[in-house]
C-alpha cells in the first residue's frame, strides 16, 4: 500500500485524465466503465516502478446523462450513468484509489445542465415555475430575433426558443445544455450542494467544466465583433467573448466554492479555464481569499494567435516565463500537453513524421516543469488522433465545428482484436495495432518506459517535485531552467526543439543526466556548463554537490 500525502498532496502530485468511455470496457458493451478503471489501477500505481506512478487520476463525466455532450450535459449530479456502473461501483472504485495511494477527482459541470434533468423541464413547464429563473430566459427581440448576438461554443446561436413559452433560453453549447443561472442564490446554493455529496463519500476534488462562463454580464449585451476574425475562421472567434467570458463576478463566485472545498481538507479544486496568463492567475484569487487549488494554463496545446503552440524554443520559454510570473506564490501552475478536446500531441508536431520524438522531449519538459502535470490517457505511449469513418463519428461539435472523437478512442493495451479494451465492437474504432502498452512494457527505450521512470525519479528529487524554479534560458534551438529545494542537490532541465544538435548551457559546472530521451545518456557525467542534445532531445541534469 501507497500511503497518499496529506492535504498540499496536489504540490507534488502527478494526474493521469480519464475518457471513461475509452480507458476499459469490462463488460464487453464496447464502452469503459468503472468496473474496468478499477482492473487497470495497478497499470497506474501499484507502489513499484512497474507502474507509472500516477498520484492522482481525473475522470471525464460519469453522472447520468443523456449523452448529447458525452456526459458534459448532466441530468443528475448525483448519481453515476449506467453505462459506467452505478454508486456502489464509484464507492468501490474510490476505495481502490485509496488502497493504492491514489486520490480520485471527478468532473464538474457548473455552467449548464441537460435540458432532461428535472431542474430544466421545471423551469420549461411556464413562466410561473418557481425554477423558471434556475435558468437563463429572456423576451425575444421586436422583430422575434434571439436576445442578443451571442453565439454558442458549438457554432450558431446560443439561444433557442421556446414556443410553449414565448421565450428563449441562453445555451453556451449545445441547445441540450441551458445555462444555469448563477445569479440566483438557490441555484448556487443547490450547485455546491452537490459537491458536499460527493466529498462524502470521499472523492478528493474536482476538475471544474469551464467555470469562467458561470456568471455573465446581468444586462446581457451584444458581444464586439472580433476584428481579427476572417471567414473560413471558426464561428466561435467571430465575436470577442467580453460579456460571458472570464467576466468579474465569477472570480467572486470561485472564492465561494472554494469555500465548500475548504470544509473538507485535502480536497482539491482544478478549473479548466482559458485566457491570458493574467486571467488565468486570477481563477487562484489571493492568498486572503484563495480561488481554485490549481487553473489549467492549455497554452503548451494553444495559444492567443496559435490554434497549435509550435514545439520551438522561444515559444516554450516564453509560456514557462508568463506562468512563473503570474501564478501567485502560494499556488503553482497546472499544465497539460493533451486533453480530450484538442489533437493528440503526437498529431499535432507530426508534421514531418518525428512527432513520436517530440512526444519524448515533451515528457521530460512537463514533469520538469513546476506544476501540477496532467497526462491524458494514452499520452504515455504516443497514441495518436485516429480518423474515423462519418458512419462512426459520434461527437456532436462536428456539425458546426471541428469533431473531437479523434483523441478520444479506445486505450491501446495490446495489438488483440479488441486492443485489450473491450471483447465487443468499440464505441470509436481503433487506431493502427501500434502503439500498445504490451509492446512497449518491456523496451526499456519506449515512451511508456521514459515516462515511467520520469515519473518516479520526480519523486524521488525533492528539487522536481516540490522546488523552485530558476535560471529559465536557452536560445532559439533550447530552452532550459532549473529547480531547487533546500537540502537537495538543483536539477537542470533541458530540451532541444530544433531537428539539430544543440549546446545547451546549464546553470551549474558539473553533474550527471539523470534521465534522457536517449537512454544511452543516462549517467553520463556533464562538465564545462554545457550538455550536448541530440535533434529534439532533452534531458534531466543533477548538479554535483
Not at 498540499?8 to 469490462?26: L, T
Not at 515533451?362 to 497526462?375: E, Q, S, V
Request: net charge negative.
Amino acid at each position: 500500500m501507497v500511503a497518499a500525502p496529506q492535504d498540499g498532496w496536489w504540490r507534488e502530485a502527478v494526474c493521469y485524465q480519464i475518457y471513461p468511455r475509452s480507458f476499459q470496457d469490462s463488460n464487453g458493451d464496447g464502452i469503459g466503465d468503472l468496473e474496468g478503471i478499477i482492473r487497470r489501477l495497478d497499470y497506474l500505481n501499484d507502489g513499484t516502478h512497474r507502474s507509472l506512478g500516477i498520484d492522482a487520476v481525473w475522470l471525464s463525466p460519469t453522472f447520468p446523462s443523456p449523452m448529447a455532450d458525452f456526459g458534459y450535459d448532466v441530468s443528475d449530479y448525483c448519481d453515476v450513468h449506467p453505462d459506467f456502473g452505478s454508486l456502489e461501483t464509484m464507492d468501490r472504485l474510490i476505495a481502490e484509489c485509496h488502497r493504492r495511494g491514489i486520490r480520485l477527482l471527478l468532473d464538474w459541470v457548473p455552467n449548464h445542465t441537460s435540458d432532461r434533468h428535472p431542474w430544466f423541464l421545471e423551469s420549461r413547464s411556464s413562466r410561473n415555475n418557481p425554477r423558471r429563473d434556475w435558468y437563463i430566459w429572456r423576451d425575444p427581440k421586436p422583430d422575434g430575433s434571439p436576445p442578443n448576438n451571442w453565439r454558442s461554443v458549438f457554432g450558431g446561436p446560443a439561444w433557442t426558443f421556446d414556443e410553449a413559452t414565448g421565450q428563449y433560453y441562453l445555451h453556451s453549447f449545445l441547445k441540450e445544455q441551458p445555462d444555469l443561472n448563477w445569479r440566483n442564490p438557490d441555484v448556487e446554493a443547490a450547485m455546491l450542494q452537490t459537491l458536499r455529496f460527493w466529498f462524502e463519500r470521499g472523492v478528493d476534488g474536482f476538475r471544474i467544466d469551464v467555470i469562467g462562463r458561470i456568471l455573465k454580464h446581468p444586462d446581457l449585451p451584444d458581444n464586439p465583433p472580433n476584428p481579427a476574425w476572417r471567414p473560413g475562421d471558426r464561428e466561435r472567434f467571430s465575436q470577442l467573448w467580453i460579456h460571458n467570458h472570464n467576466y468579474p463576478d465569477v472570480f467572486d463566485a470561485v472564492k465561494r466554492i472554494r469555500r465548500v472545498f475548504d470544509e473538507y481538507p485535502g480536497r482539491v479544486a482544478v478549473g479548466e479555464v482559458f485566457g491570458s496568463p493574467a486571467e488565468i492567475a486570477r481563477f487562484y484569487g489571493t492568498a486572503e481569499a484563495p480561488g481554485l487549488h490549481l487553473a489549467f494554463n492549455f497554452h503548451f496545446i494553444h495559444e492567443e494567435g496559435h490554434v497549435v503552440t509550435p514545439w520551438e524554443a522561444p515559444v516554450l520559454r516564453r509560456i514557462i516565463a508568463n506562468a512563473e510570473a503570474t501564478v501567485p506564490p502560494f499556488s503553482q501552475p497546472c499544465f497539460a500537453l493533451n486533453n480530450h478536446d484538442r489533437s493528440r500531441f503526437v498529431t499535432r508536431h507530426n508534421y514531418d513524421g518525428r512527432g513520436y520524438e517530440r512526444a519524448r522531449a515533451a515528457a521530460l519538459l512537463l514533469l520538469g516543469l513546476r506544476n501540477t502535470p496532467f497526462i491524458y490517457y494514452g499520452e504515455e505511449i504516443g497514441m495518436a488522433d485516429v480518423d474515423i469513418p462519418p458512419e462512426r463519428q459520434q461527437d456532436p461539435a462536428r456539425f458546426r465545428s471541428i469533431g473531437r472523437d479523434p483523441e478520444r478512442t479506445p486505450m491501446q493495451w495490446d495489438s488483440t482484436p479488441g486492443r485489450g479494451f473491450t471483447t465487443g465492437e468499440p464505441w470509436l474504432p481503433f487506431g493502427p495495432l501500434s502503439p500498445n502498452v504490451a509492446e512497449q512494457d518491456g523496451d526499456p527505450d519506449s515512451l511508456l518506459s521514459l515516462y515511467r521512470r520520469a515519473i518516479w525519479l520526480r519523486k524521488e528529487l525533492p528539487s522536481l517535485s516540490r522546488g523552485a524554479l530558476f535560471a529559465l534560458g536557452g536560445d532559439d534551438r533550447t530552452v532550459t531552467w532549473a529547480r531547487s529545494a533546500a537540502n537537495a542537490p538543483a536539477v537542470a532541465v533541458a530540451v532541444n526543439t530544433s531537428a539539430e544538435p544543440a549546446s545547451a548551457a546549464l546553470p551549474f559546472d558539473a553533474g550527471r543526466v539523470a534521465i534522457s530521451t536517449d537512454r544511452s545518456h543516462d549517467d553520463a557525467r556533464v562538465r564545462g556548463g554545457r550538455l550536448e542534445l541530440p535533434p529534439l532531445g532533452a534531458a534531466w541534469v543533477v548538479a554535483s554537490l
